[in-house]
């Protein structure tokens, strides 16, 4: 059997604030999520959680409304 990951599943309200500040500030110096995620063991659904929570998420560019179809 395996064993749980430690940084499986979570709640931004388990990160610490300096864990929190660390990655907002790779996130805001163009950082992938997944990156950050790999950076500070967590999941990257977890880091984006962060993000949001400190407002400063951007999510997916989405491009579509640059083409005229």
Known sequence: MLESVPYARG???DVSEDKKR???NLY???IAEEF???QVDLEIPLVISILKELDVYRGQID???DYNW
């Open 63 to 65: 491009d579509s409304d």
């Open 22 to 24: 660390i990655v907002k």
């Open 11 to 13: 709640n931004p309200n």
């Open 36 to 38: 950050i995620a790999m």
């Open 28 to 30: 805001l110096s163009n």
